[in-house]
């Protein structure tokens, strides 16, 4: 987390105008306590706070952009709210969407969300033993999902269908590569392949684009809550399929394929079992390489941030190194060192 997000003066001044959207909505006899900044991700501050209106009390969350550029892979807070609102509609675990900020609210772009009860820290939800039921549902619970998920009309979010990473993926990974000036051998040899091997073109789907470890909210008997739908867009359901199983959700769990929690084959029966169509060993491993590939890229950009001065944070920093470590993964996937276990 950024220094300045801490300082006083800063939540200070979050609060002011948080309380005065608040009661805009609400009337003046609502009111707000309780903040907690939670963090600050690629794209978004996330601020958590207590809504007291007519002797009620409700915990929300504050979605707040805090990144914006021409190669951005972030979805604006607008699409990101109508994305929740069409989730939220066809029953899909995921934050109630409160109201979006306008200008009026002097807090730029975001929206409020509910709260869902829980614990998303990988190493928790790994190692803790309250989360051993939840561990044993996750591949399982993950295929049901995803299958709602991706069953739903892609026409219903047809506002995605400009992004760069609908009209072609791969070439939204190339041109944010590129944009950070960087030479990275084998990110090069990943871009190689992927080209001479694309799967054939499949029925479109609403696609999370990062359902993984790390961004569900999780209690004791398994999924609550799917966040982050920032990354958001149209393409292959298989892309979902193919994230959640890379390496780099495990955290050490290696035999555990999705997520360091379960295996491939529950999580592809459960899928298949709800709707889902029947994934292609060949097309998941092709969607595995780009993923990592994509990763690869996702950290330079965090990293070229805090270099370049723009977003100064040591989580970023760290993502150089990250970036490294992905590269590694994907040349041995790429080699056949890594099976789809």
């Keep these: 987390m950024n220094d300045s997000v801490k300082s006083p003066h800063i939540i200070a001044d979050l609060t002011i105008a948080l309380r005065a959207a608040i009661k805009r909505r609400h009337g003046e006899g609502a009111d707000i306590g309780n903040i907690k900044v939670a963090v600050l991700g690629g794209s978004n501050r996330t601020l958590l706070f207590d809504l007291h209106e007519s002797g009620n009390q409700r915990r929300l969350v504050l979605r707040q952009e805090t990144y914006r550029a021409a190669t951005s892979p972030f979805l604006a807070p607008h699409d990101q709210f109508k994305l929740l609102q069409i989730a939220h509609r066809h029953g899909l675990p995921v934050p109630e969407p409160i109201f979006e900020l306008n200008a009026a609210d002097n807090l730029g772009r975001g929206f409020v969300m509910s709260c869902i009860e829980g614990d998303s820290l990988p190493k928790v939800l790994l190692n803790d033993p309250t989360y051993a039921p939840a561990r044993k549902r996750f591949a399982s619970q993950t295929g049901e999902i995803l299958a709602q998920l991706h069953g739903i009309d892609s026409g219903e979010a047809n506002f995605l269908a400009h992004t760069a990473d609908s009209i072609d993926p791969l070439a939204a990974q190339i041109a944010r590569y590129d944009s950070y000036g960087e030479y990275h051998p084998a990110i090069d040899v990943g871009i190689r392949w992927l080209e001479t091997r694309r799967p054939s073109a499949s029925k479109e789907s609403i696609v999370h684009g990062d359902y993984r470890n790390g961004n569900l909210i999780l209690g004791p008997?398994?999924?609550?809550?799917?966040?982050?739908?920032?990354?958001?867009?149209?393409?292959?359901?298989?892309?979902?399929?193919?994230?959640?199983?890379?390496?780099?959700?495990?955290?050490?769990?290696?035999?555990?394929?999705?997520?360091?929690?379960?295996?491939?084959?529950?999580?592809?029966?459960?899928?298949?079992?709800?709707?889902?169509?029947?994934?292609?060993?060949?097309?998941?491993?092709?969607?595995?390489?780009?993923?990592?590939?994509?990763?690869?890229?996702?950290?330079?950009?965090?990293?070229?941030?805090?270099i370049s001065g723009e977003r100064r944070s040591l989580a970023f920093a760290s993502c150089g190194r990250n970036a490294s470590m992905i590269e590694y993964d994907l040349l041995m996937t790429i080699n056949g060192q890594y099976s789809q276990e």
Excluded at 232 to 248: F, K, M, P, Q, Y
């Design 221 to 306: 008997q398994g999924i609550r809550g799917v966040l982050d739908w920032e990354c958001a867009h149209l393409g292959s359901a298989v892309e979902d399929i193919a994230w959640v199983c890379l390496r780099s959700w495990r955290y050490g769990k290696l035999d555990k394929a999705v997520g360091g929690m379960g295996t491939r084959e529950d999580l592809y029966q459960a899928y298949r079992a709800n709707g889902g169509r029947a994934l292609e060993p060949d097309e998941v491993h092709w969607w595995e390489v780009f993923g990592l590939l994509r990763w690869a890229v996702l950290n330079i950009m965090q990293a070229s941030g805090h």
